[in-house]
């Protein structure tokens, strides 16, 4: 590796919006985020998920085939 040419690698926080903190490493030593997995639907099982069903739904509700 070539000396001189890669940025410092160096301990890290994480701040979310939420107000999480997370400690990693980094080239950077702070971080903003909007969500993490402490506020994220998917993580926190707030996730709403559509179940209008797919193209042959569609179709048979059109056509009213059961």
Known sequence: MKEGIHPKYQPAKIIC???NVLETNSTK???KVDVCSKC???WTGNL???TTGGRADK????????
């Open 17 to 19: 919006a939420c107000g």
């Open 29 to 31: 030593s702070e971080l």
């Open 40 to 42: 994220h639907p998917f």
């Open 48 to 50: 709403k998920h559509n």
């Open 59 to 66: 179709f048979k509700k059109k056509y009213g085939i059961e």
